[in-house]
């Protein structure tokens, strides 16, 4: 077989010359690659010998799956095993391809199933090693851990044995190890991100957002913490959850799980409830190293030559020859650059060796208070994120939680730092105690979607001057049209009632609405006079200044009021249009005339300019198609021309269907929780269904029924409200 060693630049060809012995010969520390990855991906000497299975047990444990109208899997055991084997029998029932394709993509093996294009993240797991440390993870975890991998994985193979013709063609051997890398694999994209931040010297928007907050009893009409979890994500791979219920034992859960991974993302438990945005701690960061000009397999630290590690990675690759690509590790981390001008840049994440998250969410997901799921996010494992969470004793609580490394002062550390000397080593890892929070904030309310602690809520006292920048960390992420419109509701309702609940987090009502209207009434009184004797220019001023504002799939306006805008974007000051401004002559002619071709253009595509939201903006997969409403587009300068409705969606144009705008990201996962002192009361919808097979009735019913119309469904948690919405029950037995 004929192997090849691709893109290497000249400097790393000559690393792996000087390795090979074939230059001047040096220390070099390494092995030959071996001929074949193995299918672990795990060097053997690095892992120890697994322990001896234990003897089964004489008797055997039962499961039972409940599905309700919207097929979403509850289910009860005495026993945990059982339950887990049972959670990974459903979940294949439902998703079994995405759970193969997000193991491939756990171990850097996308490229040998579905081409060259996806080797760039395969190699990124595979230099921050993933595979390796999640099967040590497993393998040093705790005795319980290694039981829910083990019983999970079981069921998951189970459905696959019964239904051979379910499973994919690029179906891999599932290991118990697996469910452990895939749950790795999506918190690695915050701190990889944050790397990637800091080689280019700039902070910006992950593309990442979310929303979360959080009533106390105090101005809650039931008297209990209400939680919105709601966080916005592209509706594809390993971001597209899994909702399901699970009850055995000291588990109690229901909520969003990854695809693959046996323990709750988002949800809550009988106890508390939890949300999560992106945002939160610098947790990982770059290094600049001076590197041998004449062995670029050492660099410079503390005046002396270090040598570093070289391994070669394989890919093999469908379609492709296979080729080999070398990962180079320092005192500080791999390479996540080539080496040039005898400079190269060495990322450092805290997270590279961390075993512990399943056992962190394991703890998160048994914690009984506020105080115990503060306890487990101090075990550090979980990702950057703003965390807000609540108790069924009232208790609302936050933290800007992240695994963050303590850093010496005197350097900037969201840009590269020097790695010639060890002054810049980190002194080690930050106490929750010392992270951004708080807990019961006085005004009785807090949301953070997407930004910074410090405008959570009214005269907020997590602000900057009392922490370490890396610590506070807030740059893209200061506000933003849904933080601001949901700080004007949340203060607002002093006694928020279930339905207002359910009305905030389903806002679709634009802040940009009215001071458009008001530039788009003196554009027309200034200088539209004579276009408004076109007919269907006069019809969409009269149906924009009518607008209410929200973009719903009903509404009239909407269409022409965001292609309009997105017209004027370039063309026009629109920062003074958001601030309420007067606008020059000039200004309100352009705006007047950039109408004129909006509406020339919409006339000529559709036929018509009588056209509602849902008319062009729709949600749907398959051959199901509905309107959508909810709205994400713009910019402009200082993002003033930002259009973000609280239940956000965006779309993108669709290829298929000419015209027609398609749902592609935002809003994934929402969950609303009451958490009543005598039991937790939950809402919950995602934008398509809890199956991916499109035979199934479960593939598009959520977002026909409940997404597109801007509805939530009720989860029963409580058992005696599930058993009267029971669609089927099946009874799997675990061996």
Known sequence: MKVTICRLGLFLMLAIFIAAGCGEKQQAGIEAPPERLPETATPPAEVAAPEAAPAPEANVSEATIYRTKWGVPHIYSDSLEAAMYAFGYAQSEDRLEDIFRNARMALGRMSEAFGEEHSELDYMLRVFQNPEVSQRAYEHGPERIRMICDAYMAGIEAYAAEHPERVPEYALELEPWHCI?????????????????????????????????????????????????????????????????????????????????????????????????????????????????ENPLQYELDGEWKQAELQMIQFDVKGAEPFQRPAVYTEWGPYVTEPENGVGYAGATPYMTSEGLLDQMYHMCTAQSCEDFYAALGMNEFMEQNLIFGDTQGNIQYVRTGRTPIRPDGYTWSAPVPGNTTATRWLGITDIADLVQVKNPPCGYMQNCNISPALMFPH??????????????????????????????????????????????????????????????????????????DPDYKTAVDSMLAWDGNFRAESKGAPIMKFWRLRCESAVDVQAIAEGRELSPADLASLASLLKETVAELKQQYGTIDLAYGDIHVLGRGDIYVGCGSADFGGGPNKSNKTETLRDVSFRESDEMPGKYVAQNGSVAMMLMFMHPDGVKSFSVVPWGNSNDPKSPHYMDQGRELYSQLRFKETCFKKEDLLKNVESEKVVTYP
Not at 191 to 208: A, E, F
């Open 460 to 533: 907020s006292p997590m602000t900057p001057d009392k922490y370490p920048d890396y610590i506070f960390n807030v740059s893209w992420d200061s506000m933003n049209p849904r933080g601001k419109r949901a700080l004007q509701l949340l203060g607002a309702d002093d006694s928020v009632t279930e339905e207002d609940a359910i009305a905030i987090a389903m806002q679709v009502y634009d802040l940009l609405a009215e001071p458009w209207q008001k530039a788009l009434k003196a554009a027309v009184d200034a200088a539209g006079q004579e276009y408004m004797a």
């Open 181 to 293: 890398a895939i749950g790795r694999t999506m918190i690695l994209q915050w701190p990889l991100g944050t790397i990637q931040d800091d080689l280019s010297n700039r902070k910006q928007n992950p593309g990442r957002g979310s929303n979360g907050w959080a009533i106390s009893p105090s101005r809650s009409a039931d008297k209990c913490a209400i939680i919105l979890t709601d966080p916005h994500l592209t509706w594809r791979d390993i971001q597209v959850f899994y909702e399901a219920r699970i009850k055995a034992e000291e588990i109690d859960i229901n909520g969003h799980f990854i695809v693959g991974a046996p323990m709750l993302g988002l949800g809550h438990n009988a106890n508390v409830g939890w949300a999560c945005t992106t945002g939160g701690p610098d947790t990982s960061d770059v290094y600049e190293l001076k590197v041998n000009p």
